[in-house]
């Protein structure tokens, strides 16, 4: 905010801000300044393979989408001697939950918003070695979330995220649909399943897989006036408002809505 006000273009690294209330008023404090280029560091998962995806649920390549479900697991803070990781303290992370935030810009992207948010965390070693100051300290971020719910467009969503859980799993993010399967791995590959065949890779459409461009896009934009495409301070907004919903269900042990809105009295 400081730099638009001072007349400057802003590349802002993500997650967006610490909640919906801090998103919303950086994205007010672009569209005051509409000659300036405000833009996000975007989720990089599914650079290559993202577009070519989208194109296919919006074509109904797997009919209506019923379900996603969103697997992120590992095992960083299994030894309970791991010094407390910045993401799980909330002076530094605000209600951003571990990598929640990156992975629901993806389902964004290719779905669109959640309604409602339900999310069960369970923390368990309490307190951890702080490295800055070698003391214990307590860990406010739990060591694993669940969160379903549904998405505007009706389909049911899950989320397991977790750094206690190592092992065989496979990571990635599946979509179910009436018609057929969409399964993409971490690696930026993806695969889809129809009317019980053998799953096919997804071949990214011509000029699609652009790999990393943020900075050069960035630059792009300032130079040429082109549109920011990953990612605008709205689109940071939108995946903001889902965080601050599953960090109050977290807190009140209930489903809630999303809220919707300029956001700048959330929370």
């Not at 379900?67 to 992370?93: F, I, K």
Request: with cysteine.
């Amino acid at each position: 905010m400081a730099a638009l006000a001072a007349g400057k273009h802003v590349l802002c690294e993500a997650r967006m801000a610490m909640d919906a209330a801090e998103a919303a008023e950086m994205l007010d404090a672009s569209e005051r300044r509409p000659h300036l280029v405000a833009q996000l560091v975007p989720a990089p998962f599914d650079l290559k393979s993202g577009a070519t995806i989208t194109r296919l649920l919006e074509e109904g390549a797997i009919g209506e989408v019923r379900e996603v479900a969103v697997v992120a697991l590992n095992g960083s803070a299994l030894d309970p001697a791991t010094p407390v990781h910045w993401r799980q303290q909330t002076r530094y992370s605000g209600r951003n939950i571990h990598s929640l935030g990156i992975w629901s810009e993806v389902v964004q992207r290719w779905l669109g918003e959640a309604r409602t948010v339900m999310a069960h965390g369970s923390t368990f070693v309490p307190e951890r070695m702080d490295p800055a100051t070698g003391e214990s300290t307590p860990v406010e971020v739990p060591d694993t979330v669940a969160v379903a719910g549904s998405l505007m467009n009706g389909a049911a969503y899950t989320y397991r995220v977790s750094n206690v859980a190592a092992g065989t799993h496979q990571n990635g993010i599946t979509v179910f649909g009436t018609k057929g399967v969409i399964q993409w791995l971490p690696n930026d590959t993806a695969s889809l399943t129809t009317d019980g065949e053998e799953a096919q890779p997804i071949v990214p459409d011509s000029g699609t897989a652009r790999g990393w461009r943020v900075e050069a896009d960035f630059v792009t934009s300032i130079r040429e006036g082109a549109p920011v495409r990953f990612t605008s301070f709205a689109d940071g907004l939108r995946y903001m408002r889902f965080i601050d919903a599953a960090w109050r269900s977290l807190q009140d042990g209930c489903a809630v809505e999303v809220q919707a809105g300029s956001g700048t009295n959330q929370g």
